[in-house]
């Protein structure tokens, strides 16, 4: 590993999925770190690569998917070198993960105090009973009442929201190290989905688990996400900490992003959207992918794919228009907005460490 | 760093006209875009034992229904100085094709023995002299027949049952229903013996007992697919915007029905082929001298001790054919609904 | 479920009704009488006989005493064998029917279940194509081939089981694997889809997200859910068995039910082919009445809704 605080580190993995179209080049040269008890969202339209990447993590890709290059490193180990006995016993012991669609991820034929138990039996080695009064604990803990009861229920006699704090029990049964959330509140309702999101702050605050957060949403990762990575295409284009990403984004991606995103100062008529669709991925273009859809577009970004450029130690984007050589831009009026407010963060911020060194000085005196 | 073999000149960082960037054209689609039956199409044809099939079909069709052509003697003409003629296929001298067959451990030729002469029967004779190879394309056309009007009625009778029970809905619905569960509760067989014994054992009396039991699988896949599609939101849209239920059902529901019918389709035909074949078995469908691959092998198992071809070509017919329909139609139903296979 | 059960048994009885006066309605425009098969009679014998079998009285009188018997169990008398009743007929034949059916469904569905199951988890394999190949074969043989050639080669030719007669386990042998090959071969075709299905259900994905073995996985969820829906071919199964069993117990020489159906209908014995009939669909009705129970014992989901209703 290269850096202690990392528990997963992904680099320069390329997948290809073999259709009867050609290849896909699903995932083109993606690398990112999770570190310890962060939440990582990954954020991109549909198709992006956003669920194939956690996939290939989980060792759960379909079997056309054909790995090209790249390394997932987890306790030193490449996950992408592990036969299938190993993985099982990595999967839902040492990172586990959480599906979209809790009506339809619970076994309906099986009572759910077992469902729960599954993970401590065969990882744990634990017996009936014990395993039993551990899931009940871990009912308790998602948030089940009445779980003496509920515990001999089945999946259907639940709601949506309490079906997925059902799958939540199961994914943190074992404390995992790491655990992925695929878009886990999308098949929710929204006061539901505060919900769900408020448990999986709470249940990390306490286990310390690493959060790999997937969602299309951004307005859910404002209040999750330690750092934020933005996927286009199969790529990552942009990644920082949130409040980079949020307030200081710098590929046209991500402004497109934010742009379509309504906040409270939202006062236009109408909501702009990013014009275009993804590229295909069987034939993915020349150079930068978002070129096609992007407003700020150079001559470059047709013929050349853009380096990660920094913007700060824990802040990179790809795009040209970070370059020496490009011309000023002028980002649309919300993302200055943004950008002014970003401004006025980091100021109070250096002004607090200020008035905190006069305040140790001053005590010393 | 993406590959940097070329040089960056600093014109390439010139921003790229709206005009131009239409040109890169992010909506190309590389794939080509196919329709519904295009893309089903593409699957069966890529499943080898299903177009094995289909042309296995073809050619048992060709073969039936031009029979005419192909016969080579008249399947109904008994020769009884011919009979049980073992196969001769003039050229051949393969122990089973050249009218050779073992009698008390040595064999003979029986056409030398029957004074036959020039004759000769690709398939050999049956007991009373008659060419087993006509006979078995004269029963194959009856299968087939049977299995076009299986065809017919099921989609005359069961798909319009079905439609109409599952778009109607309420008391219409509960009433069609509460027939169809009783017809159920009789097995088919059962059904058919019956009406054969009150309309005289034949041809007409097998195509109305099969008539009348083909339609009702049909009919309940239909009216379940209906009440589906029946609340999906192009068909409210239709019904808002004040079509007619006959549009709506000749132009959203019958092409969304489709795959389902054809489907069931293909799996109603070896059902009456073989439903026509048991009952000419057990006597009581196509009756002499007319030939039946049922009555054949019915014919052929009292001497297939001795003469197991007897049997045997017309039960690889009736099978080839019944497999070759099988298999076609899980060809059919794995092309429209392709989760299952690769 | 008591409301849910009696319902059921008050369509039964109502189906039962309908096939009884149909077929007793079908019989009375039937050419022949239990005289075709007697040489000459005097007027005075015909009589006689006409009185036996109650052929005397108008139509409707008849069909209220038909009726009036099929609620007792008496289907009246054979015509082919004179003197015998009908229901007495049919009891006494009923059981080897039984036993060779039962026997026949009972190693169909197993093995059935067997091959479906490994087809669906090793899909795409030869393993699969096999199994696949295995059940168009026997779905696409019709039972009265399959009996000819297992008679000939295992009875005759190899002389592994006794043939044509009765009596003891191994002359079921035969004509259980003649009557087993149809059920197999659809358990078989039923089982691959329901699992494929359900292999590629989220619960499955859920599954080995837990970290689950491919064992574990096919054993602990794939399996139950898979097997539920078999419940309902159940119904279908017998008939087939039903039908098939009239060739095969011919074939084999088997005194049961499917066999004297057959005689019956070549003798146009109309009272006997009538209470074969109403036993037939009672069988099936009772078959499909006890599946559907069954499935709302084992299915949590049907479990649940069926106490509400």
């Known amino acids: 590993m290269e850096n202690e605080n990392n528990v997963l580190e992904v680099r320069n993995l390329k997948i290809n999925f073999n259709t009867y179209a050609g290849t896909v080049k699903a995932i083109r040269d993606v690398s990112f770190d999770l570190r310890k008890g962060e939440t990582l969202a990954i954020v991109g339209e549909s198709g992006s690569g956003k669920t194939v990447t956690t996939r290939s993590i989980m060792g759960l890709n379909s079997p056309n998917a054909v790995i090209d290059s790249g390394t997932i490193m987890f306790k030193n180990q490449d996950l992408l070198k592990k036969n299938?006995?190993?993985?099982?016993?990595?999967?839902?012991?040492?990172?586990?993960?959480?599906?979209?669609?809790?009506?339809?991820?619970?076994?309906?034929?099986?009572?759910?105090?077992?469902?729960?138990?599954?993970?401590?039996?065969?990882?744990?080695?634990?017996?009936?009973?014990?395993?039993?009064?551990?899931?009940?604990?871990?009912?308790?803990?998602?948030?089940?009442?009445?779980?003496?009861?509920?515990?001999n229920n089945y999946p259907h006699q639940f709601s949506g929201g309490m079906r997925q704090r059902i799958v939540i029990a199961i994914a943190l049964v074992n404390y995992p190290e790491i655990l992925i959330a695929d878009e886990p509140t999308t098949a929710l309702d929204v006061t539901i989905q505060a919900q769900i999101l408020d448990l999986m702050k709470e249940l990390q605050a306490k286990t310390n688990t690493s959060i790999i957060f997937i969602t299309h949403d951004l307005g859910v990762v404002a209040g999750m996400a330690d750092r934020v990575a933005v996927m286009y295409a199969g790529k990552i284009v942009e990644y920082g900490t949130v409040d980079e990403i949020f307030y200081n984004p710098k590929h046209p991606y991500t402004w497109g992003l934010l742009n379509s995103m309504p906040t409270m100062d939202t006062t236009g008529t109408e909501l702009p959207s990013i014009p275009g669709t993804p590229p295909d991925l069987l034939d993915p273009p020349k150079g930068d992918a978002f070129a096609a859809r992007n407003k700020y577009a150079l001559e470059i970004d047709t013929k050349q794919e853009p380096p990660f450029f920094k913007v700060s130690d824990t802040h990179?984007?790809?795009?040209?228009?970070?370059?020496?050589?490009?011309?000023?831009?002028?980002?649309?009026?919300?993302?200055?907005?943004?950008?002014?407010?970003?401004?006025?963060?980091?100021?109070?911020?250096?002004?607090?460490?200020?008035?905190?060194h006069v305040e140790e000085q001053e005590e010393q005196l | 760093m993406a590959d940097n073999a070329k040089p960056i000149s600093a014109g390439d960082f010139k921003p790229v006209s709206a005009a131009d960037r239409g040109k890169l054209d992010s909506e190309k689609i590389s794939a080509p875009s196919l329709t519904f039956l295009q893309d089903s199409w593409r699957r069966l044809r890529k499943n080898r034992a299903a177009m094995i099939c289909l042309v296995i079909l073809i050619i048992l069709f060709i073969l039936a229904f031009g029979s005419g052509f192909f016969e080579t003697h008249n399947p109904n003409a008994t020769n009884p100085n011919l009979a049980n003629l073992p196969p001769k296929i003039p050229g051949i001298d393969i122990n089973g094709f050249n009218g050779t067959i073992e009698q008390s451990g040595t064999r003979v030729n029986a056409y030398v023995q029957a004074h036959a002469g020039n004759a000769y029967y690709i398939l050999g004779?049956?007991?009373?002299?008659?060419?087993?190879?006509?006979?078995?394309?004269?029963?194959?056309?009856?299968?087939?027949?049977?299995?076009?009007?299986?065809?017919?009625?099921?989609?005359?009778?069961?798909?319009?049952?079905?439609?109409?029970?599952?778009?109607?809905?309420?008391?219409?619905?509960?009433?069609?229903?509460?027939?169809?569960?009783?017809?159920l509760s009789i097995p088919n067989l059962v059904v058919m013996v019956l009406l054969i014994l009150v309309l005289k054992p034949g041809m007409s009396a097998i195509i109305y007992s099969i008539a009348i039991t083909s339609w009702i699988n049909m009919a309940r896949l239909v009216r379940a697919q209906t009440l589906e599609l029946k609340n999906q939101e192009f068909i409210l849209a239709a019904r808002a915007l004040g079509e007619s239920s006959w549009k709506i059902s000749f132009k959203h529901l019958l092409p969304n029905l489709s795959s389902v019918i054809i489907i069931n389709l293909m799996f109603t035909i070896p059902t009456a082929?073989?439903?026509?074949?048991?009952?000419?078995?057990?006597?009581?469908?196509?009756?002499?001298?007319?030939?039946?691959?049922?009555?054949?092998?019915?014919?052929?198992?009292?001497?297939?001790?001795?003469?197991?071809?007897?049997?045997?070509?017309?039960?690889?017919?009736?099978?080839?054919?019944?497999?070759?329909?099988?298999?076609?139609?899980?060809?059919?139903?794995?092309?429209?609904?392709?989760?299952?296979?690769? | 479920m008591v409301k849910y059960l009696g319902k059921r048994i008050f369509y039964i009885v109502l189906t039962l009704f309908i096939v009884s006066t149909i077929t007793f309605f079908l019989m009375k425009f039937m050419p022949g009488t239990p005289l075709t098969n007697q040489a000459k009679l005097t007027p005075g014998q015909i009589h006689q006989i006409y009185k036996q079998y109650g052929l005397d009285k108008p139509v409707w009188q008849q069909y209220l005493v038909y009726l009036a018997g099929v609620v007792h169990g008496n289907f009246g008398i054979s015509f082919q064998f004179s003197n015998q009743a009908v229901s007495y007929l049919i009891g006494s034949r009923m059981g080897p029917s039984l036993?060779?059916?039962?026997?026949?469904?009972?190693?169909?569905?197993?093995?059935?279940?067997?091959?479906?199951?490994?087809?669906?988890?090793?899909?795409?394999?030869?393993?699969?194509?096999?199994?696949?190949?295995?059940s168009i074969l026997f779905v696409s043989i019709p039972s009265f081939v399959l009996a000819v050639l297992l008679q000939y080669y295992l009875g005759l030719k190899l002389r592994w089981f006794p043939i044509a007669d009765w009596g003891g386990f191994m002359y079921t042998v035969l004509p259980t694997l003649a009557l087993a090959a149809s059920p197999l071969a659809e358990t078989a075709r039923f089982m691959r889809t329901e699992m494929v299905d359900v292999l590629s259900s989220d619960y499955i994905e859920l599954a080995k997200a837990k970290g689950l073995g491919k064992v574990g996985i096919i054993?602990?969820?794939?399996?139950?859910?898979?097997?539920?829906?078999?419940?309902?071919?159940?119904?279908?199964?017998?008939?087939?068995?039903?039908?098939?069993?009239?060739?095969?117990?011919?074939?084999?020489?088997?005194?049961?039910?499917?066999?004297?159906?057959?005689?019956?209908?070549?003798?146009?014995?109309?009272?006997?082919?009538?209470?074969?009939?109403?036993?037939?669909?009672?069988?099936?009705?009772?078959?499909?009445?006890?599946?559907?129970?069954?499935?709302?014992?084992i299915d949590p989901r049907i479990r649940l809704s069926g106490n509400n209703n």
């Open chain 3, 99 to 134: 036993i060779i059916g039962g026997q026949g469904m009972v190693l169909g569905v197993l093995v059935g279940l067997v091959v479906g199951s490994l087809g669906a988890v090793k899909a795409n394999t030869w393993i699969d194509t096999t199994a696949t190949i295995v």
């Open chain 2, 273 to 342: 082929i073989f439903f026509e074949a048991f009952l000419s078995y057990i006597g009581i469908g196509i009756s002499a001298p007319q030939a039946s691959l049922g009555t054949l092998i019915n014919d052929g198992q009292k001497n297939f001790q001795f003469l197991p071809y007897q049997m045997w070509y017309p039960a690889i017919v009736l099978s080839v054919l019944m497999i070759a329909f099988n298999i076609l139609g899980d060809g059919l139903r794995d092309s429209f609904d392709p989760k299952g296979r690769e």
């Open chain 2, 125 to 183: 004779t049956d007991y009373l002299g008659r060419d087993l190879f006509s006979r078995i394309l004269y029963g194959t056309r009856i299968s087939l027949e049977i299995a076009l009007i299986a065809s017919f009625f099921d989609l005359a009778f069961g798909v319009v049952y079905g439609i109409v029970s599952g778009w109607m809905g309420g008391r219409v619905d509960t009433i069609m229903q509460r027939i169809i569960e009783i017809m």
């Open chain 1, 84 to 151: 299938r006995k190993e993985m099982d016993a990595i999967r839902g012991n040492d990172i586990a993960e959480i599906f979209q669609d809790p009506m339809t991820s619970l076994d309906p034929t099986m009572k759910i105090g077992k469902q729960i138990a599954e993970p401590l039996i065969i990882h744990k080695g634990m017996k009936r009973e014990k395993a039993y009064a551990q899931a009940l604990e871990m009912m308790k803990l998602v948030g089940i009442e009445n779980a003496e009861q509920r515990i």
């Open chain 3, 219 to 297: 054993y602990h969820h794939a399996l139950r859910n898979s097997l539920i829906p078999i419940i309902t071919i159940i119904g279908p199964l017998t008939v087939n068995i039903m039908t098939g069993s009239m060739v095969v117990e011919n074939i084999f020489s088997v005194p049961g039910i499917g066999e004297q159906f057959v005689k019956s209908v070549l003798t146009n014995d109309y009272p006997t082919i009538m209470g074969l009939t109403i036993v037939y669909c009672a069988m099936l009705c009772v078959v499909l009445l006890i599946t559907d129970i069954l499935y709302g014992l």
């Open chain 1, 316 to 356: 990179y984007a790809a795009t040209w228009l970070l370059d020496p050589r490009a011309p000023k831009m002028t980002p649309p009026e919300q993302i200055i907005e943004r950008q002014k407010h970003y401004a006025k963060l980091t100021h109070k911020a250096i002004d607090e460490h200020k008035d905190k």
